[in-house]
């Protein structure tokens, strides 16, 4: 088991750096440009419409996805009764890029200088999350032991 975790483990970190980099580079460009006050104009110039499209897309891919993905997988592990190694390794790695994508649409909408409400809010889920996509060994390893992989 504790091969597995840390084999899991150094594949979810190179992951998350590999996607988190970029994002916050991402972010800084977008905040750089819109205090700069150069954002990109968007498409049909309806600049609240993209506002509220990539706050709910933000929510959408940084909470309310991973939270259906946990349960659809649990759900399924639990008919199942029994969890393969490469399942799990391949959930954890979908919720890893999932949530990091949240962010990716923030600095969208840093670029397209959507009002600040919808801006900031999405900036927040963003930021949340790369937060919940932070691989721990303790909580894959409560994870592994729940699944009834620790058991090997």
Do not use: C
């Not at 460009?29 to 897309?57: D, E, V």
């Not at 393969?84 to 890029?97: G, K, N, P």
């Not at 994508?101 to 959507?114: I, P």
């Amino acid at each position: 088991m504790n091969q597995d975790i840390t084999g899991l483990l150094s594949k979810l970190n190179r992951l998350f750096w590999m996607m988190t980099v970029p994002a916050l580079a991402f972010l800084v460009l977008g905040y750089l440009l819109h205090r700069m006050g150069r954002p990109i104009s968007p498409p049909f110039n309806n600049l609240r419409g993209w506002g509220i499209f990539l706050l709910i897309l933000s929510v959408v891919l940084g909470v309310a996805l991973p939270i259906l993905l946990r349960t659809m997988f649990n759900r399924r592990a639990v008919r199942a009764k029994h969890v393969e190694t490469a399942d799990f390794e391949s959930h954890q790695v979908r919720l890893v890029v999932i949530s990091i994508s949240a962010a990716y649409v923030a600095g969208m909408a840093y670029l397209l200088l959507v009002p600040n409400l919808y801006l900031y809010g999405s900036v927040l889920v963003g930021l949340y999350g790369i937060y919940s996509a932070i691989p721990q060994e303790r909580k894959l390893k409560g994870e592994m032991r729940f699944y009834g992989m620790g058991n090997k």
